[in-house]
């Protein structure tokens, strides 16, 4: 059974910063692409940031230059770092692991229980 577990979600002021982590654990064999993603109220959920098996990284335009995204293949954690947050980066976010769990298995996508990260003064 795979868990994903987000942690450094809370309350910042604008201008502010945070850092999410996500460390994927249980039966793994190997993780391809990590995500971040996140969901206001009476939004849908958006990709915000996500990176390959290689290190290779794509972001959404409203957080580019603001937001970075790494990962540690060795723990299996990916890490979100938000700097000059806005009122309108407030929403719960989620990350997510494209991975396989055992060889010649396919690949399945998997979910964190999502952190809520709110910019407010």
């Known amino acids: 059974q795979v868990q994903l577990v987000e942690s450094g979600g809370g309350l910042v002021q604008p201008g502010g910063s945070l850092r999410l982590s996500c460390a994927a654990s249980g039966s793994i064999f190997i993780i391809n692409a990590m995500g971040w993603y996140r969901q206001a109220p009476g939004k849908q959920r958006e990709l915000v940031a996500d990176i390959t098996g290689g290190g290779s990284t794509n972001y959404a335009d409203s957080v580019k230059g603001r937001f970075t995204i790494s990962r540690d293949n060795a723990k299996n954690t990916v890490y979100l770092q938000m700097n000059s947050l806005k009122p309108e980066d407030t929403a719960v976010y989620y990350c997510?692991?494209?991975?396989?769990?055992?060889?010649?298995?396919?690949?399945?996508?998997?979910w964190g229980q999502g952190t809520q990260v709110t910019v407010s003064s």
């Open positions: 997510k692991a494209a991975l396989v769990e055992r060889l010649w298995t396919r690949e399945h996508d998997y």
